[in-house]
Every structure is written in C-alpha cells, then in structure tokens.
C-alpha cells in the first residue's frame, strides 16, 4: 500500500511537472531544491538585516522573507515549470533601506507602497510586451555596469557594517579599528566566505554565517557581553506578520509627485535587469533556452515576476525577484518546477526556527554581503573599457552608486552621461525611451534647484 502511494504521488508529479520529458527524477529535483535553498537561505538573516535600517520590525520581516519567497516560487513553478526559486532581491532591498527610506527620508510603509506601484507596473508593462521594449533599449554596457555598481554598492555596505570601513573627518572614510574583537571577527569572515566560495563550497555563504555566528558566542562586544547572543529557544511559531502585512500606503506619490518618478524608474529597472538577467541565464543553464536564445513561456514569467512584486509589497517586504543561486540547483540537475517548490517547502520550514534566524548578528551577516557584492561586480569584466564613450557612463554609473549612497543616482548619472556622449562627443545610436529615461533622472536631479526657483 505504502508503495503503491509512492507511484501514485510519482504519477501525479510526472503529470505536474513532466520530469520524463525534461530528463530528470523526483529525487533530482527534491536535492536540486535542497541545494538551491543552501545557497540562498542567507536572505532570511541578510533581507531583515538590510531592511531594519529603515526601522521595519526585524521579527516581522523574517515571516516576511520566508513567506514572500516561498509563495513567489510556487508561483513561478505553477506558470513556468521552471526550476527557478524567488526571494526578496539583494541590491533592491538595499535601495529600499537606504536610498528611499534612509536617504530620502521616506517612511517604509510609503515605500512599500512604491514596490506596489512598481509590481503594477511591471504587470502592465509585461502583459502588453513593453517590458522587452524598456530591456532593448538600454545598451549592454550599461546594463552590465548597473549590476557591477550594485555589486560595489552592497559590499560597501557590508564593509561599513562589518566596521572594517569607517566614517574619517579628513578623509569622508578611513580604516577600522582592526584591534577591535568584532571587526577582526567580520574581517576574518569576508576571508572565510571568499576561501569557501572560490573553492566551490555548497552553501558557502550561508555556511560561512553561521560558523561565524558560532564563533560570536565566544567573542566579546564592544557593548558588554558576547557579539552572539544564545537565544532562549530554538524552535518557535512564526513571528506574525501583522505589522508588516497591508500596511502600506501611496502618501509619497500622491504628495511629491516628481520625487517619485525616479524612484520607481529605478525600481523599475533595477528589477528589471536583475529578474532577465537571471531567467536568461538559468533556462540557459538549464537547456530550457532554445538554439536561437529564446526562452518559452517568457511571458508567463515576467506576469510571475510582476505579481510576485505586488505580493511582496502586501506582505511586507521588498521586491521579490528570481534569484541567480537557483543555478546552483540547476547544477545539481533540477530541471522543473519541482525545484522550486522544494526550495518554498524549505521557506516555510525555516519559519519555525525564527529564533535561530534572529541570533545571527550583524557582524556574522556583513560578510555575506560583501561576498554577494563581489559576486555581483564580477560582471565589470564584460566592459569594454577601452572605448571611452563606454567607459565613461559604465564608470560613472558604477562609482556613483556607493559614493552618493544611491543607486538610483547612479543609474540616474549613468543614463545621462549615455546619452549627452551620443549627441555631444562619439555619434552614438541610442533608443528613444533611453532618452527618455534620461530626461526624467535631469528633472529629479535638478528638481530641488528648481524648486527654490519657483519658490514654495
């Protein structure tokens, strides 16, 4: 009987997912969304850790997370039968915390309310193909040196909460106090994580946080006591969502109508290249792009992707993209859907050792971040530096990013720069929503000076 379960359930997931057609079995599947969630379950640490700078309930954001994922990849498996697992994106959660909430002062529950017109955006700009329009029309380099500068953004970010990168009177920044017990912890943890990642460790970052955090327990704090505090239990319900869920609001947008234009501009397009980025690169992994660099049902997974940014706001997090671990999952040999529900089956999980999650303290979550920024900026090698009129927007988007604190002001920088070589400098062909693009980044830029010019 016990057997004759299993075919049956078999039966059904053959049916599902078409695991003979695509070569692969349930049990390459279950271990391809096993080692999918190894490499991305640090965002369950990191995206509350990120996200409580703009003064979210940690607790909260862990249910967030966890759920924001799973229920995207279950998503994505049930229009794709792809193997393609989602959780709250590294780079725009970043965005969120410290460019809109921090940098701009805006309120989260506001800037919720941006990532959900940003998601309806997305939905309408992927149903009716424009999406695609808005991807072809800005240049690769460009393309390429906005993940580079995200890249450089996020370990920058890690370095200053790892206390290794400090603020310098003379300087704007200088060198951490390296006899301090918690920066040469962090210190020795960006050099962990970077050995384990080169060699090829499953899980390497993940791994490395919580040998890290382990270690915390034995090392003493600049505040008393140890850097790792033990939590009282290991095992607990989910913390509730209510403080997060449904508490957004469109307060910003409907009072600072030119401020928020860029805003989910940016949004819009950093979500865009993460999430195309990463669809193109799996399904290319994963054989599912065919010999002309087509992917099918491409439609269907940006209309997943785009419903997924509008879920993300209503439970409370920041855009939930695709993420580009799940190559790792590929690698192992998923090949459907079935990774991905795997991979939200482990999601959930992991809800019930929430205390586990929040033990984890920053100085253990910083290194991870600078891996994942070094990841990223790995991509800078497909510039082709030597051409000025390339180099000059490419580097300018990529350094602008960390020195302004911004992303949006290095995309912003970036485009314009593009755009006034190709009429000033080296005649060059750029599409016409580029310039656009362009136009709307000037006005925000300038937007304060003219501001003070029409007066109040």
């Known amino acids: 009987m016990w057997v004759?379960?299993?075919?049956?359930?078999?039966?059904?997931?053959?049916?599902?997912?078409?695991?003979?057609?695509?070569?692969?079995?349930?049990?390459?599947?279950?271990?391809?969304?096993?080692?999918?969630?190894?490499?991305?379950?640090?965002?369950?640490?990191?995206?509350?850790?990120?996200?409580?700078a703009a003064g979210m309930p940690g607790d909260a954001l862990v249910t967030a997370t966890a759920l924001g994922a799973a229920m995207a990849s279950i998503l994505m498996a049930a229009m794709t039968n792809f193997p393609l697992a989602m959780a709250p994106g590294m780079g725009i959660n970043a965005f969120f915390a410290y460019t809109i909430c921090v940098g701009m002062g805006i309120p989260w529950q506001s800037?919720?309310?941006?990532?959900?017109?940003?998601?309806?955006?997305?939905?309408?700009?992927?149903?009716?193909?424009?999406?695609?329009?808005?991807?072809?029309?800005?240049?690769?380099?460009?393309?390429?040196?906005?993940?580079?500068?995200?890249?450089?953004?996020?370990?920058?970010?890690?370095?200053?909460?790892?206390?290794?990168?400090?603020?310098?009177?003379?300087?704007?920044?200088?060198?951490?106090?390296?006899?301090?017990?918690?920066?040469?912890?962090?210190?020795?943890?960006?050099?962990?994580?970077?050995?384990?990642?080169?060699?090829?460790?499953?899980?390497?970052?993940?791994?490395?946080?919580?040998?890290?955090?382990?270690?915390?327990?034995?090392?003493?704090s600049a505040q008393g006591g140890m850097i790792t505090q033990w939590p009282g239990k290991i095992f607990s319900w989910p913390a509730s969502i209510e403080p997060l869920f449904l508490n957004l609001n469109f307060d910003f947008v409907l009072t600072e109508h030119i401020k928020a234009i860029p805003v989910i501009l940016t949004l819009l397009l950093v979500d865009l290249f993460d999430n195309l980025g990463t669809l193109i690169g799996v399904t290319r992994r994963a054989g599912i792009m065919d010999e002309k660099g087509n992917v099918p049902k491409l439609g269907n997974a940006l209309v997943a992707d785009?419903?997924?940014?509008?879920?993300?706001?209503?439970?409370?997090?920041?855009?939930?993209?695709?993420?580009?671990?799940?190559?790792?999952?590929?690698?192992?040999?998923?090949?459907?859907?079935?990774?991905?529900?795997?991979?939200?089956?482990?999601?959930?999980?992991?809800?019930?050792?929430?205390?586990?999650?929040?033990?984890?303290?920053?100085?253990?979550?910083?290194?991870?971040?600078?891996a994942v920024g070094l990841v990223m900026f790995q991509s800078v090698t497909e510039l082709k530096l030597d051409h000025f009129d390339i180099a000059a927007p490419a580097m300018l988007t990529i350094l602008f990013m960390p020195l302004s604190f911004s992303i949006n002001s290095g995309?912003?920088?970036?485009?314009?720069?593009?755009?006034?070589?190709?009429?000033?400098?080296?005649?060059?062909?750029?599409?016409?929503?580029?310039?656009?693009?362009?136009?709307?980044?000037?006005?925000?830029?300038?937007?304060?000076?003219?501001?003070?010019?029409?007066?109040?």
């Open 111 to 220: 800037a919720l309310g941006l990532v959900f017109i940003n998601g309806c955006l997305f939905l309408l700009l992927s149903v009716t193909g424009i999406r695609q329009r808005i991807l072809a029309s800005i240049p690769l380099d460009l393309k390429v040196a906005i993940a580079a500068g995200i890249g450089l953004f996020i370990a920058f970010i890690g370095l200053k909460d790892g206390g290794l990168v400090v603020y310098n009177e003379a300087t704007l920044v200088g060198l951490g106090d390296l006899s301090s017990p918690s920066v040469l912890l962090f210190a020795g943890g960006v050099l962990l994580t970077c050995v384990m990642i080169a060699r090829g460790v499953p899980g390497a970052i993940i791994l490395s946080m919580l040998l890290l955090a382990v270690a915390g327990l034995f090392v003493p």
């Open 4 to 52: 004759g379960g299993v075919k049956y359930h078999r039966g059904v997931f053959e049916r599902v997912f078409r695991l003979k057609e695509h070569g692969t079995t349930v049990r390459r599947e279950l271990v391809a969304g096993l080692t999918t969630f190894a490499a991305m379950a640090y965002i369950l640490a990191v995206n509350p850790g990120i996200l409580k």
């Open 306 to 370: 785009s419903i997924a940014a509008i879920l993300s706001s209503l439970l409370g997090t920041s855009t939930v993209v695709s993420y580009i671990e799940s190559a790792a999952g590929v690698q192992a040999g998923g090949r459907t859907g079935l990774t991905a529900i795997t991979v939200a089956g482990c999601f959930l999980v992991a809800l019930f050792v929430t205390p586990v999650i929040l033990m984890i303290p920053a100085v253990a979550v910083a290194p991870a971040l600078v």
């Open 411 to 456: 995309i912003g920088i970036g485009l314009i720069t593009l755009v006034v070589l190709g009429l000033f400098a080296k005649p060059r062909r750029f599409d016409v929503v580029t310039a656009v693009l362009a136009v709307c980044f000037l006005l925000h830029f300038l937007e304060p000076g003219l501001r003070k010019l029409t007066g109040p």
